[in-house]
């Protein structure tokens, strides 16, 4: 089976941008722009880097499987509420052509990638931040609302999920370490 797949990074992250509804006055459904605590919300304003993406599971730490031993990506909060965030492994292989990969090209490609925008809410009194997905690899992503705790130190981010069961059913905690770009 052949798989036909053209991959734009600059503009696929250009369309998950212009996917993202315009806020409007006092309509609650609307996105809203950062809340509670101004001083924290603004310093998490601004583009920040993958530094590492680590799982905890039982009081152990290690790379995230899904992302590698040397991740990239980029996460970027705005002024007006809205967040993007784009992750990968950087082992996934090239295709061997780059317009057709193949089957297992394409899905290494994918499984490699996470993605999502929409908005986001910071409770700096809670120390947590909430990003509620409009557009995301993963459909089922979409409309959710993904609660992180975060310590920011200068320049230093990092986000915690909230422990979540995996196959195995085992709780994990999704680390991510990020690095402001200066």
């Given amino acids: 089976m052949s798989v036909r797949v053209r991959w734009a990074s600059a503009c696929f992250a250009g369309v998950l941008l212009s996917q993202v509804p315009a806020i409007r006055a006092n309509d609650p459904t609307s ?19 993958l530094v590492a993406v680590t799982e905890e599971e039982d009081a152990r730490v290690m790379d995230s499987p899904d992302y590698g031993p040397n991740p990239a990506g980029y996460l970027m909060y705005d002024s007006t509420g809205h967040v993007c965030a784009q992750l990968i492994d950087t082992s996934r ?11 297992d090209e394409a899905l290494s490609a994918i499984m490699g990638f996470g993605g999502y925008c929409g908005r986001y809410e910071v409770h700096a009194d809670e120390h947590y931040v909430v990003h509620f997905p409009k557009v995301a690899i993963a459909p ?27 196959s195995d059913g085992s709780p994990v905690t999704h680390i991510l370490t990020w690095t402001r770009v200066k």
């Fill in 31 to 49: 996105m809203s722009p950062p809340s509670r605590d101004t001083s924290l919300a603004t310093q998490l304003l601004g583009t920040w880097r």
């Fill in 93 to 103: 292989p090239t295709w061997s052509d780059e317009d057709f990969p193949t089957p």
């Fill in 140 to 166: 089922n992503w979409i409309g959710q609302a993904y609660q992180r705790t975060f310590e920011l130190s200068g320049d230093r981010l990092e986000l915690r999920s909230a422990a979540r069961r995996v």
